[in-house]
């Protein structure tokens, strides 16, 4: 992996063995375990985001964080989906009723879909099955 990030990277400024705003750590080699007088090249900002530029390789970092940061808060979400969701299907299964509600999850689909397209469709029916389960 590090001889093809190497071949990837080596024509660019920031390639391994450079210096520069896109190094991504100067303290040490990232790769986990590897100890810091290591003689392979160092990983640089700029190969693990994949940008050209040492420039574009901090936009990118920067905003990976971000990303990282609305995927906790995502996850997090789905799980409060995932505790309500069975607040309602014990209360009716406890009623004598079902799990499942077949024309709730179609108005459910259909809301993802209208705010998503298709994939939306897609991303509501992996929510469902978090929920409830497979059918
Ligand atoms: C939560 C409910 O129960 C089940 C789970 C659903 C969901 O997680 O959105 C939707 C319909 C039901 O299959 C519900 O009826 O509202």
């Known amino acids: 992996m590090v001889v093809l990030l190497e071949q990837l990277t080596s024509d660019f400024p920031g390639a391994p063995g450079r210096q520069g705003p896109g190094r991504l750590s100067s303290s040490g080699p990232c790769r986990p375990g590897a100890a810091p007088d ?58 004598g009723g079902r799990r499942v509600n077949l024309s709730r999850e179609m108005d459910v689909l259909g809301h993802y879909r209208q705010a998503l397209g298709k994939p939306g469709t897609a991303l509501a029916m992996t929510l469902l099955e978090l929920c409830r389960g497979k059918i």
């Not at 392979?40 to 990303?67: N, S, Y």
Request: proline letters at 2%; hydrophobic letters at 50%.
């Open 38 to 95: 290591h003689q392979e090249p160092l990983m640089t900002a700029i190969d693990v985001t994949g940008a050209r530029t040492a420039e574009a390789a901090d936009v990118i970092t920067g905003a990976r964080e971000r990303i990282d940061a609305l995927d906790d808060r995502i996850i997090g979400l789905i799980q409060e989906r995932v505790a309500v969701s069975a607040v309602i299907q014990e209360a009716r299964i406890a009623s």
